[in-house]
């Protein structure tokens, strides 16, 4: 699927300092049940967003609006459990185009850089600098550059570089997905595949 | 050189390396369910492109499907939209498809090696993180997520960077009572969840060796629980008996051939892995988790760690353990528990059940227990009636429901209530896993069947006999 071009991104944050999110609270499995990509970004933390009778949980970021912008910063191990996309498209349909934490499992990582958000991964000692930024002053603006894979924070100029293969790379800033690079090697696929004994 | 186990299948699949990228992985077969597969399909009608290699794909319906009644139309007309979808899409594109009522139907990673689906050094993916479970067989299958499962359908390849190589060695015997589970969820609780992220895991050593293919299974899919992309362990006489005259194993001279291949499916003296860690077999009892990730399991005869104890943030510790309503410092042991969930991809065949039901013989279930017993296949459920097994289970109070995911994810109405606990068989013990509030407890059948006969955590070497756990 197509999506958006990805190179340069300016933006306050959203400050979610837990550890081990797994892709149950981003997403819990009731809400898997479409069969079109839409709509994911309202069940987006749906448990610690809303109680059972559907009312916000004020304590909950999301609910808060002084907190807003399309990057979200997440504790150590973001993303852990399940492979569903789904999780990676609500975090890209409730809006964030940029997800940094000081570790993501896998797949998570995977599932986001194809759907086009970036997983930013830096150090834990930068990541807490991001977390004490935000507490300070909620509109603190960081800036994300693909090109020059760098996360600053705008107030202070603090900067870290962080890390993506270059074959990712073009495919973000390109908007182009891995669908359309295998295609055109059908034929090495197919003469590839003839020498499979099984 | 390829001289791992991991090396030599790994690098028989490249199609080609990208420099600075991903390798273009040729993925020999693809199971499908109807979760994470119809936004998949719908990407290939908006492109408009085939399915490559039909013939390479298996369907099944298991993650949101009903566990009773299964004759009758599904209720949730979300859940009956999304079969109807697969239904069709398997249709449409030549894939051969076992919903509800066929005989093959079952749990993806069940019904894969069942069939003979799963080949030891064959590359299996699947839009389920627990596809880790086929690499009992020597294969190296993971988990995709969805626009990985349409590009194994447009193209039978996904790009895929290699992973670092880890190996877990563990040799000794296994204690009376010990299970494949418990090795898992052991590994787990000092690897942590994250522990192995960006590693696939070999398991080599005694307690392997000696393992049956149900509990190589079990360990395998548990994998992905310490962030391993997947586990595998190399093909043996054990693997090749599992396997042989299945009905998509290869026959005749294929076989032969195969046979010569998968022999050379093992790891060599001289190989060098990027992280290698040793543990003992007899350090191992009967386990149990006592927070909200797997990783956090003990003894079940040890209590619940202090905060001090635990690596990681205490933050983080001390609201895993409020969800559950447990302190810090407590015995697990003794806990009153209100469900008991024996089934899933992780410990829903055959060795579970018949490990469920030693335990139970002669006993009944406790008044405050609610029990849900799912078999991860109509395969698993008929040996269950043959062997016996439905009548001791019936003679103890317990029903016996129709084969799927069921309460692993709770996506059907299998669904544990806010607050109550459950002990499970199944893999993640994650907030609201098995229903909004639910609290999961980790398990083995064995402490599972415990649970149920007690109506609390107990630990079933004071059920079991030696001879009652051997057989
Ligand atoms: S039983 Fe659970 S883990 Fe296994 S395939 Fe089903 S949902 Fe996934």
């Known amino acids: 699927m197509a999506y958006d071009k990805f190179n340069l991104l300016k933006s306050t944050a959203v400050p979610l300092p837990i550890e081990n999110v797994d892709t149950d609270q981003i997403i819990p499995a009731r809400f898997l049940k479409a069969t079109e990509r839409k709509g994911f970004g309202d069940n987006l933390f749906r448990d610690w967003r809303y ?6 949980k004020t304590h909950f970021v999301l609910n808060n609006p002084i907190y807003k912008g399309k990057i979200l910063v997440g504790g150590k191990n973001f993303g852990s459990g399940s492979s569903r996309e789904h999780a990676a498209w609500a975090v890209y349909d409730y809006g964030f185009r940029c997800v940094v934490s000081s570790f993501f499992a896998d797949i998570f990582r995977n599932n986001c850089l194809n759907i086009g958000v970036l997983p930013v991964q830096i150090s834990p000692e930068f990541l807490d600098k991001i977390f004490k930024a935000i507490e300070v002053d909620p509109n603190t603006e960081f800036e994300v550059s693909l090109p020059e894979q760098t996360f600053t924070i705008l107030s202070t100029g603090e900067m870290e570089t962080f890390g993506i293969n270059a074959y990712k790379k073009g495919n973000l800033s390109n908007g182009f997905d891995d669908i359309d690079y295998l295609l055109n090697l059908k034929k090495d696929i197919e003469s590839f595949a003839d020498t499979r004994p099984f | 050189m390829s001289n791992t186990l991991f090396d030599k299948v790994w690098d028989t699949h490249v199609v080609k390396k990208i420099k600075n990228g991903p390798d273009v992985f040729f993925i020999d077969r693809h199971l499908v369910h109807e979760v994470t597969s119809p936004v998949a399909f719908l990407g290939l009608k908006n492109r408009d492109i085939p399915v490559l290699y039909p013939e390479r794909t298996f369907a099944t319906a298991d993650h949101n499907t009903p566990t009773i009644n299964q004759h009758l ?18 249709a449409e594109h030549g894939i051969p498809y076992w919903g509800l009522g066929h005989e093959k139907n079952g749990i993806v990673h069940v019904i894969g090696p069942e069939n003979g689906i799963t080949l030891p050094g064959a590359t299996i993916v699947c839009g389920d993180s627990h596809t880790s479970t086929h690499g009992a067989f020597g294969a190296i299958a993971f988990g995709i997520g969805t626009s990985e499962v349409e590009m194994v359908l447009a193209t039978q390849c996904i790009m895929q960077p290699k992973p670092k190589s880890m190996r877990i060695n563990i040799n000794g015997a296994l ?51 310490m962030g391993a992309r997947g586990g595998m362990i190399a093909p043996d006489e054990t693997t090749f008996e599992y396997i042989k005259e299945r009905e998509f194993t290869p026959k005749g001279e294929a076989w032969d051939k195969a046979m010569e291949y998968w022999q050379t499916l093992y790891t060599e003296d001289n190989a060098v892995f990027d992280k290698e860690l040793t543990f003992d077999a007899a350090d191992i009892e009967p386990m149990i988790t006592y927070g909200t990730n797997p990783g956090m399991g003990t003894g079940i005869s040890n209590g619940i760690p202090k905060a001090e104890n635990v690596e990681g943030g205490a933050a ?11 302190n810090e410092g407590e015995d697990i042991k003794g806990k009153s528990i209100d469900f008991v969930f ?37 395969k698993v459920e008929d040996a269950i009636k043959e062997e016996g097994i439905l009548e001791i289970l019936h003679e103890a109070g317990f029903e016996l429901r129709e084969p799927g995911c069921s309460a692993c994810l709770a996506m059907n109405d299998d669904k544990v209530p806010a607050g109550k606990y459950a002990v499970s068989t199944s893999n993640r013990n994650f907030e609201g896993r098995q229903g909004p509030g639910s609290r999961t407890l980790l398990a083995s059948p064995l402490v599972a069947a ?4 007690t109506g609390k955590v107990t630990d079933p070497r004071e059920l079991l006999t030696m001879e009652t756990s051997n057989n």
């Open chain 2, 175 to 225: 204690s009376f009572g010990v299970t494949p589970k418990d090795v898992a969820l052991y590994i787990i609780s000092k690897l942590t969840t994250s522990g192995a992220t960006g590693y696939f895991v070999e398991y080599a050593g005694d307690v392997f060796k000696s393992m049956s293919m149900e509990g190589r299974m079990t360990v395998c899919n548990l994998s992905i629980e």
């Open chain 2, 450 to 453: 415990a649970a149920a006969v």
């Open chain 2, 316 to 326: 983080t510790y001390q609201k895993s353990l409020a969800y559950m309503d447990f």
């Open chain 1, 51 to 56: 109680n059972p009778d559907d009312t916000p």
């Open chain 2, 342 to 378: 024996l089934g899933s991809c992780t410990n829903g065949r055959i060795e579970d059940f018949r490990a469920f039901a030693s335990v139970v013989k002669g006993r009944k279930k406790a008044n405050n227990v609610t029990a849900w017993l799912v078999p991860g296949s109509h």
């Open chain 2, 73 to 90: 139309p599904v209720k949730d007309p979300l859940s009956a939209n999304q079969l109807k979808a697969l239904e069709k899409n398997a």
